[in-house]
């Protein structure tokens, strides 16, 4: 489980922790079980700025995209990166061979800076609504760390890498679907909760993480027949994608 903890917070955040002493399919898999606890720094983060701003009284857009860009620093903006390349990929050619070549030389293409644009915004105007209070920015943090839970379904058992080379190889099919199911269980209730407490009807909780997996299935179905399978580039874009999703849903 130490090395379970050290390669997720490694990987999805800029917080420093030792290497990892052995890597193997079980601690991949155990490492993305951990995604939403992993960045629990992050959330605090996101949820603080939230909280400052309504001290300060400062305009709520201008606190949303605060948080947002202090939330792509903790995590070295490697999933916006990976939701540009995802998007050019999929707008380069029918090829999958084409198409992993273009996600691969790190450019940005009108595509991919497209997406980046318009998730963003979603991202900002979405979370400007939530952060109008102090229970607003509480639960704004926390679905930052909801929001990774889309990795069990990037990560679920059957489903192949693309590549057999990259970030995505040694986590591509490593989540059991029991386990991933207990984690969108827990995550679920707890969104349902935080929803209620915050003032809003609890059903409106299951309902965004319901339409958050199902984007991010969606991606993964797409992705498996255009390239063959996932990449770390599609880890990044579910997990904005799945953000953009549970803000929108709850905004």
Do not use: N
């Not at 400062?58 to 939330?71: I, Q, R, S, T, Y």
């Not at 890498?161 to 490593?174: E, F, I, Q, V, Y």
């Amino acid at each position: 489980m130490r090395d379970a903890w050290r390669l997720s917070v490694g990987t999805l955040t800029a917080v420093p922790v030792a290497a990892p002493a052995h890597v193997d399919g079980r601690t991949a898999g155990r490492a993305m079980l951990l995604a939403p606890l992993a960045v629990v720094p992050l959330g605090v983060m996101v949820g603080l700025i939230g909280w400052l701003g309504v001290r300060t009284g400062l305009p709520l857009p201008v606190v949303a995209l605060l948080a947002v860009g202090a939330l792509a620093a903790g995590s070295r903006a490697l999933h916006w990166d990976g939701l540009s390349d995802v998007v050019d990929g999929l707008t380069a050619s029918y090829d999958a061979e084409r198409s992993l070549a273009v996600m691969k030389c790190g450019t940005s293409g009108p595509a991919g800076v497209v997406a980046v644009v318009v998730v963003l915004g979603l991202q900002v105007a979405a979370l400007a609504s939530l952060l109008d209070t102090t229970r607003g920015a509480v639960l704004a943090g926390f679905l930052v760390c909801a929001s990774r839970t889309v990795l069990t379904v990037t990560c679920l058992t059957g489903v192949p890498a693309a590549r057999p080379d990259g970030l995505g190889l040694p986590h591509s099919g490593t989540v059991a679907r029991p386990a991933a199911l207990a984690v969108w269980v827990l995550v679920t209730a707890l969104t349902a909760w935080l929803v209620a407490w915050v003032g809003l009807d609890w059903w409106h909780g299951p309902v965004a993480v319901l339409l958050a997996g199902l984007v991010v299935a969606l991606l993964v179905r797409r992705t498996v027949r255009r390239f063959g399978g996932v990449t770390g580039d599609v880890y990044g874009a579910a997990i904005e994608l799945g953000l953009a999703t549970l803000l929108v849903a709850l905004s």
